[in-house]
C-alpha cells in the first residue's frame, strides 16, 4: 500500500507539472524555480560523500586480500566482470543510437568546461588530487573515486581491529547518510512537479526534447534486455550450463523481483529457487548470492553510464574515448557502492551530474519513467545473480577437494 501511495504521488505530480507548466503562471513558474534549486541543493549535500562512502564502506567490509581464495576470488571475478560488460554494452548502445544527437539545452547558468590541453596526459593528471579535500571542494568526482578506492583498499592491509574499527566508521557515515537520503526521497513528489512544470514551460517555448528521451529509454532498457538475454546467457552456455533451464528455474524468484524492485527483499526466494530447481549447492548458494546482491548490479551500472552521458551531453559536454572507457570504471564502482541506497542508481547518477556541475532537471523527467526501469534492473540484477552462482557452482563441483567437501558438508 506504501508503494502503491507513493507512486500514485509520483503521477499526480507528474499531471500538475505538466498542467501547470503548460499554463505558464510566473506564480507556479517562481515556485518551482525555488523548489527546484532547494532540491538541487539537498542533492549537492549528499552527493560526493555518497559516493566516497559508497565505495568506501564496500570495500573495506571485504576479506583480506590473502583471504580472498576459491569460491570468493570467482566470486568477485564473475561479479565485477559481468558489471564491466553491462556498462560496456550500454556505451555500445550509446554510441550507435546517440540519444542526444541534434540537441542540446541551453542554460545561461550553465558553462561548458574548457577543453583542457594537455589530452590524455591532462586527463590522467586530474585523477589524482593535490591534497585530501581539493578533490570534494572542486567537486572532481574522478579524484573523489579514486581516493575511496585507494584509503578503502589500504584499509584492507590494516590489523583486523583497526579495519573492523574503520569499516564500522564508514558503515555508520554511510547509514547516517542513507537516512538524509530516505528524508529527500519523500520530498521526491514535489520535486517531479517543480521539474516538469519547469520542463513543459521550455517545451511550450519549442525545446523540446522528447525524442531524444525516448531514444535515451531504449539505451536504457536495451542495454538490461541485452545483458539479460544474450550475454549472461552466452556466459552459461561456455559453461556446458542450459540457459533456458536455469531461467526456468529461477523463473519465480525473477518474478519476484522484477514486482518488488528489490534484490534484498527477493534474497530469500532466490536462494530457495536456486538449490530446489536448479540444482546450486547450498554452500555455494549461501555464499555467493547474499555477496552478489551487494556488489553484481549490472542493470545500476548501464543506467549511470547511459543517464550520465545523455544528460551530460545534451549541455554539450564531449568526452574522448579514453574518458568514455574511464566512465565504464566509474560506472561499475558507483554500482558495487550501491548496494542499500533507496533509489539508489538515481541518486548516485545525479551525484555524478551535480559533481559535474550539470544542472539536473532531465533527472525530474526520467524519474518518471524510473520506475519501470528499476524494475526492469532488478530482474536483470537476480538474474545475474543466479548466473554467476549456477557457473560458481558448477567449478567447485569440478574440483575435487572441493567436491569431496560438499558431499560431506
Not at 378 to 398: G, H, P, R, Y
Request: positive net charge; glycine residues 6%.
Amino acid at each position: 500500500m506504501k508503494r502503491f501511495f507513493g507512486n500514485t504521488l509520483f503521477f499526480i505530480a507528474i499531471a500538475l507539472g505538466l498542467f501547470t507548466g503548460w499554463i505558464d503562471i510566473s506564480f507556479f513558474n517562481h515556485g518551482a524555480d525555488v523548489i527546484s534549486e532547494l532540491f538541487l541543493r539537498l542533492l549537492k549535500l549528499i552527493s560526493l560523500p555518497l559516493i566516497f562512502l559508497a565505495i568506501a564502506s564496500t570495500i573495506s567490509g571485504m576479506k583480506s586480500p590473502s583471504e580472498i581464495r576459491s569460491m570468493g576470488k570467482r566470486v568477485l571475478m564473475y561479479t565485477l566482470g559481468t558489471t564491466v560488460i553491462a556498462a560496456t554494452v550500454a556505451l555500445a548502445l550509446f554510441l550507435l543510437i546517440h540519444p542526444a544527437q541534434s540537441a542540446q539545452i541551453v542554460d545561461k547558468n550553465f558553462i561548458l568546461p574548457e577543453e583542457s590541453s594537455g589530452s590524455y596526459l591532462s586527463f590522467v593528471m586530474n585523477i589524482i588530487p593535490s591534497n585530501m579535500t581539493q578533490a570534494f571542494a572542486e567537486g572532481n568526482v574522478i579524484g573523489i573515486v579514486f581516493m575511496a578506492i585507494a584509503f578503502s583498499a589500504s584499509i584492507l592491509f590494516l590489523p583486523e581491529k583497526n579495519k573492523e574499527f574503520l569499516h564500522v566508521l564508514f558503515s555508520s557515515l554511510f547509514s547516517a547518510l542513507l537516512k538524509l537520503t530516505g528524508f529527500i526521497i519523500k520530498l521526491m513528489p514535489i520535486a517531479v512537479w517543480a521539474f516538469m512544470t519547469l520542463l513543459m514551460k521550455d517545451l511550450s517555448s519549442g525545446n523540446g526534447h522528447f525524442q531524444n528521451l525516448m531514444l535515451y529509454l531504449i539505451c536504457v532498457v536495451g542495454a538490461n534486455l541485452v545483458q539479460g538475454f544474450i550475454i549472461l546467457p552466452l556466459i552459461l552456455k561456455f559453461k556446458g550450463i542450459s540457459p533456458w533451464k536455469t531461467f526456468k528455474g529461477m523463473a519465480p524468484a525473477l518474478s519476484v523481483a522484477f514486482f518488488s524492485k528489490s534484490s534484498a527483499a527477493t534474497l530469500p526466494i532466490a536462494m530457495k529457487t536456486i538449490e530446489g530447481r536448479v540444482g546450486v549447492s547450498k554452500k555455494v548458494s549461501g555464499f555467493t548470492l547474499p555477496l552478489c546482491s551487494v556488489i553484481n548490479m549490472n542493470g545500476c551500472a548501464a543506467f549511470i553510464l547511459t543517464t550520465v552521458l545523455f544528460v551530460s551531453t545534451l549541455y554539450g559536454m564531449t568526452f574522448t574515448p579514453m574518458q568514455l572507457i574511464m566512465w565504464i570504471f566509474f560506472a561499475t564502482l558507483a554500482a558495487v557502492g550501491n548496494a542499500g541506497v533507496p533509489m539508489g542508481c538515481f541518486f548516485l547518477t545525479s551525484a555524478f551530474l551535480v559533481g559535474m556541475n550539470v544542472p539536473l532537471y532531465m533527472m525530474g523527467l526520467i524519474l518518471p519513467f524510473y520506475t519501470v526501469i528499476d524494475m526492469v534492473e532488478t530482474a536483470l540484477n537476480v538474474w545475474s545473480d543466479a548466473v554467476v552462482a549456477t557457473s560458481i557452482d558448477k567449478e567447485i563441483k569440478a574440483l575435487p577437494e572441493m567436491a569431496d567437501q560438499a558431499l560431506v558438508d
